[in-house]
Nanobody, 120 residues
Framework: QVQLVESGGGLVQPGGSLRLSCVGS????????MRWYRQAPGKERELVAA????????DYADTVKGRFTISRDNAKNTVYLQMNSLKPEDTAVYFC?????????????WGQGTQVTVSS
């Protein structure tokens, strides 16, 4: 049974920090590209950050570049999102995503999401 379980969300003041974690199970975590998405009320889900299976390469949305850092620990089947200098516009539900595309159809899994609220 495939599972992606996020944790670490919560309420934080503007300028504060949070670290999200996502633990994967039931699939070959080390083969999957991992991504963090977020969705604010009334808005479409957007890609925030991505990391390749080896952890050697990362990519970020312009809105979070320089403030957020994605990383992974393949020994623990875990991907992280360190969020610094948080702004009210970062308020959203954050979702963990696992993606694999080989020769056949792509495999993709989603977590249940964790709420991040940035407010004074």
């Amino acid at each position: 049974q495939v599972q992606l379980v996020e944790s670490g969300g919560g309420l934080v003041q503007p300028g504060g920090s949070l670290r999200l974690s996502c633990v994967g199970s039931g699939f070959t975590f080390t083969s999957y590209r991992m991504r963090w998405y977020r969705q604010a009320p009334g808005k479409e889900r957007e890609l925030v950050a991505a990391i390749v299976s080896t952890g050697d390469s990362t990519d970020y949305a312009d809105t979070v570049k320089g403030r957020f850092t994605i990383s992974r620990d393949n020994a623990k089947n875990t991907v992280y999102l360190q969020m610094n200098s948080l702004k009210p516009e970062d308020t959203a539900v954050y979702f963990c995503n696992a993606y694999y595309k080989g020769w056949g159809p792509a495999n993709e899994y989603w977590g249940q999401g964790t709420q991040v609220t940035v407010s004074s």
